[in-house]
């Protein structure tokens, strides 16, 4: 995979750094009021220092999210023949935006950005068009990246966790 933009890896102390000065792909929904989980107001206050953010690493859903964010887009590759990669770099938009940052799921040959989500199955039909946040989210990931288009993916599983359908977007330039 080429890229003439260089990333930070994710986890380091550089990434974190980087993470708290600036305004992710995954922060722009609650930028934009299209968060229901956090206002702007709270990520204001959490990147300000005035609020520690949540400890999201024993939350149910973000747990499932992480552990099916891989044969979900395993499956989309599979489905789609397209070839992506994971990412675990973070971005910064070129001057004087560097602080809208986007640490892209997964990316396909071009920077093309890849996200995955895994909604809860009674959530279906919400996914019909791209839901707002996460269509936010890819196209700041666009913007960083420079990407002509991005793909938004979302897999549904049975109750025992096998994926029973994916539902895909593609999210081109406004």
């Not at 599979?78 to 935006?97: E, N, R, W």
């Amino acid at each position: 995979m080429t890229t003439d933009k260089a990333g930070i890896p994710a986890g380091t102390p550089e990434w974190h750094a980087a993470r708290a000065q600036g305004i992710g792909a995954s922060d722009v929904g609650s930028v934009l009021g299209l968060n229901p989980y956090k206002s702007a107001l709270r990520l204001w206050s959490e990147k300000t220092g005035r609020l520690t953010p949540p400890n999201l690493d024993n939350n149910p859903n973000v747990m499932r999210g992480v552990a099916l964010e891989t044969p979900i887009a395993e499956a989309f590759a599979a489905q789609s023949g397209l070839t992506i990669k994971p990412c675990g770099l973070l971005f910064q938009a070129d001057a004087p935006y560097e602080f809208i940052l986007a640490t892209p799921d997964f990316l396909m040959e071009g920077m093309i950005p890849v996200e995955i989500k895994a909604p809860s199955a009674h959530n279906r039909r919400q996914w019909q068009s791209p839901q707002p946040m996460y269509e936010a989210q890819v196209r700041q990931q666009m913007f960083v990246l420079g990407a002509p288009y991005g793909i938004l993916v979302a897999g549904f599983t049975d109750k025992n966790g096998k994926i029973t359908e994916l539902v895909s977007h593609y999210i081109n330039p406004l």
